[in-house]
């Protein structure tokens, strides 16, 4: 049985995309199966991770991350039950995390995870921007006590996922206050993001973790060393506003990033006094 909630759906059954393995999501996660953009052409699924005292204390309201892969990021990386534990242990803020799919096809997931048009491929970043800010969160902060400013907001995601968290970053500052990005994907039209960073006329205030694997191959470390110090350049301070880490042995897949998920959570939402 589908029981509705907020306009919303509850998912208790197991869910995973073809090819992927199956996972129960519990009751804390809520399911919109069939969101609607004007910017992109295909709907797709949110996932709505909510803390633990979210139906219990009604007048609280909370700070949200946003993650690209909507799917992955609940159903393999966990991140929902990883943001339960750190909440309960008191190690971060309680939070709502919003997992956003793409289209569903792989072309899709490269048309809107990237900024510009490369070698005949992708380029819809500025509508996936535009979806995010005009449509998604203002249907998040509508449905859910959300904390809806720039400092209270973040945006994430690994690959493709992360260099589009880093492209959106650095062109809505005024939305997401909070960055995680996740083995980006440097490589994309010859360095784009880094000409974006290397633009900038003024440092946004943002808070920034940026990692990498050490065995993702490909020079992806190198490259990911250059936006480090590219971000630092124009005024991050190391251990500051941005973290940087690499992963000794890790590579560049799924099981790494839902890893380091523990780590992202901590340096981007930790703990504070407590809201009321």
């Given at each position: 049985?589908?029981?509705?909630?907020?306009?919303?759906?509850?998912?208790?059954?197991?869910?995973?995309?073809?090819?992927?393995?199956?996972?129960?999501?519990?009751?804390?996660?809520?399911?919109?199966?069939?969101?609607?953009?004007?910017?992109?052409?295909?709907?797709?699924?949110?996932?709505?991770?909510?803390?633990?005292?979210?139906?219990?204390?009604?007048?609280?309201?909370?700070?949200?991350?946003?993650?690209?892969?909507?799917?992955?990021?609940?159903?393999?990386?966990?991140?929902?039950?990883?943001?339960?534990?750190?909440?309960?242990?008191?190690?971060?803020?309680?939070?709502?995390?919003?997992?956003?799919?793409?289209?569903?096809?792989?072309?899709?997931?490269?048309?809107?995870?990237?900024?510009?048009?490369?070698?005949?491929?992708?380029?819809?970043?500025?509508?996936?921007?535009?979806?995010?800010?005009?449509?998604?969160?203002?249907?998040?902060?509508?449905?859910?006590?959300?904390?809806?400013?720039?400092?209270?907001?973040?945006?994430?995601?690994?690959?493709?996922g992360g260099i589009m968290a880093m492209h959106l970053g650095l062109r809505y500052p005024?939305?997401?206050?909070?960055?995680?990005?996740?083995?980006?994907?440097?490589?994309?039209?010859?360095?784009?993001?880094?000409?974006?960073?290397?633009?900038?006329?003024?440092?946004?205030?943002?808070?920034?973790?940026?990692?990498?694997?050490?065995?993702?191959?490909?020079?992806?470390?190198?490259?990911?060393?250059?936006?480090?110090?590219?971000?630092?350049e124009k005024g991050w301070a190391l251990d500051s506003d941005l973290y940087y880490f690499?992963?000794?042995?890790?590579?560049?897949?799924?099981?790494?990033?839902?890893?380091?998920?523990?780590?992202?959570?901590?340096?981007?939402?930790?703990?504070?006094?407590?809201?009321?």
């Open positions: 049985m589908v029981v509705l909630l907020l306009g919303c759906a509850y998912a208790p059954w197991g869910w995973a995309q073809k090819g992927q393995r199956t996972r129960q999501l519990p009751p804390h996660v809520r399911f919109h199966p069939d969101f609607k953009s004007q910017f992109l052409p295909k709907s797709r699924q949110l996932f709505v991770y909510l803390p633990p005292d979210y139906l219990t204390n009604e007048a609280k309201r909370y700070p949200v991350l946003y993650l690209f892969d909507g799917a992955n990021s609940f159903v393999i990386w966990e991140v929902d039950e990883t943001a339960r534990l750190l909440i309960e242990a008191q190690l971060i803020e309680p939070l709502i995390i919003v997992g956003v799919e793409h289209g569903g096809t792989w072309e899709d997931r490269t048309d809107e995870y990237t900024p510009t048009r490369f070698s005949g491929k992708g380029g819809k970043g500025e509508e996936t921007g535009r979806m995010l800010v005009e449509e998604v969160k203002p249907f998040i902060d509508r449905e859910y006590r959300t904390l809806p400013d720039a400092a209270h907001t973040g945006l994430g995601g690994a690959s493709l005024q939305t997401f206050g909070k960055l995680a990005v996740m083995s980006p994907s440097v490589w994309w039209d010859r360095g784009v993001i880094l000409r974006s960073v290397k633009s900038l006329t003024a440092k946004p205030e943002q808070r920034i973790w940026l990692d990498v694997g050490s065995e993702e191959g490909a020079g992806m470390d190198k490259n990911a060393r250059r936006l480090r110090d590219a971000l630092t690499e992963d000794k042995r890790a590579r560049h897949e799924d099981i790494a990033w839902a890893l380091r998920m523990n780590k992202v959570l901590r340096f981007l939402f930790p703990a504070t006094k407590a809201r009321g």
